[in-house]
């Protein structure tokens, strides 16, 4: 089946419909203010982006692609790692007695506004070009996500309802 969707270029339509419900960071006494959603895709879906991760890693690294600043989406790099590297940097420049200026962005969210050409021109300028490329437009359009509502009653959660399906427009799925 993942071979086949690999060959084909199609990511399976049944696979990109998302259900998007809230998960609790905490208690259920603060649930209402600390609260972040996460879309749940099927045991396939999963499956076949976990092998598509280890062909696309696969390739990146024997093609040297990735700069060794890049922490992302690495072995044995973490956002910690990327932190030590810039407090160091920091400590460095003022050791040599160098001014530091610091401008710092809030990336939580760039997968969910991410333009879909921009990210088929940098695929194809990376050398990821025809069918794996064709395989990502697939995977990426037609998608749709629904929202699960659930009502508290007592300590349990109880389904309530599911809202209609929505195609998503912009953005890499999350899940």
Known sequence: MWKA????RIFQHKMKTAKVRSLF????DKMLKITDQYPFYCFFSKTLKKLL???LISFVNKHNILSEAQNGFRKMKTTETANQ??????????DQCLHVTGILLDLTKAYDI???NTLFDNLNSYGIRANMNLWFKSYLSNSSEFIEITQMQGRNFTQYRHTS???IVHGVPQG
């Open 53 to 55: 991760y280890q062909r």
């Open 165 to 167: 399906a929505r195609k």
């Open 5 to 8: 969707s690999f060959n084909s």
């Open 114 to 116: 991410l333009n879909y």
């Open 25 to 28: 960071k905490q208690g259920i």
């Open 85 to 94: 590297t810039f407090i160091q940097s920091i400590q460095d420049s003022m």
